[in-house]
């Protein structure tokens, strides 16, 4: 499962937004989640 920081607390929760019936922290409730991405930007080779 994907794992998603809270905005408001800060801590981290694994959901799976595909069979979630509302998204938010299960920690403090809040609504807005994000997810972290990689530190390294992904490369493609233009032709």
């Known amino acids: 499962?994907?794992?998603?920081?809270c905005l408001n607390c800060g801590r981290e929760a694994e959901l799976?937004?595909?069979t979630a019936k509302k998204i938010?922290?299960?920690f403090?409730?809040?609504r807005i989640l994000k997810k972290p991405r990689?530190?390294?930007p992904?490369?493609?080779q233009a032709v």
Not at 1 to 5: A, D, I, V
Request: charged residues 15%; hydrophobic residues 25%; aromatic residues 10%.
């Open 1 to 5: 499962m994907p794992l998603y920081t």
């Open 16 to 18: 799976e937004l595909s």
């Open 24 to 26: 938010q922290c299960p």
């Open 28 to 30: 403090c409730g809040y």
């Open 38 to 40: 990689p530190s390294i």
């Open 42 to 44: 992904k490369r493609v």
